[in-house]
């Protein structure tokens, strides 16, 4: 019986100024998340300082272990930080991870 990771895709879009500020804050968040939560197995930060653009993907064990993240101290925080450098609402996306390649 295969169980299915899932996926977190959480996007901000960055005020003009602020790219590296934000990506300092998120690689801090997930790198402190990832610590204390054994069910997210891997976090990549990806970004587009042209467009403002920072994402980060996380891949969480399972469904309801994503959406726990929602409710963490640690998360409710992160958001405080970056409300200020963002434009707009981050949106959060959960999903199913349905293959994935590595070397």
């Known amino acids: 019986n295969k169980r299915m990771s899932n996926v977190v895709e959480f996007t901000m879009n960055v005020k003009p100024g602020h790219y590296a500020e934000v990506v300092e804050l998120y690689s801090e968040f997930a790198c402190e998340f990832q610590l204390i939560d054994p069910s997210l197995h891997t976090v990549h ?4 300082e042209g467009s403002g653009v920072v994402r980060g993907i996380g891949i969480f064990d399972t ?15 992160f958001n405080d930080a970056v409300a200020p450098l963002i434009s707009g609402e981050p949106t959060r996306v959960v999903l199913d991870l349905l293959h994935g ?3």
Request: proline share 0%; glycine share 4%; aromatic share 10%.
């Open 101 to 103: 390649w590595t070397r």
């Open 63 to 77: 469904r309801v272990a994503a959406n726990e993240v929602n409710s963490n101290a640690l998360f409710a925080a």
């Open 45 to 48: 930060i990806l970004g587009d």
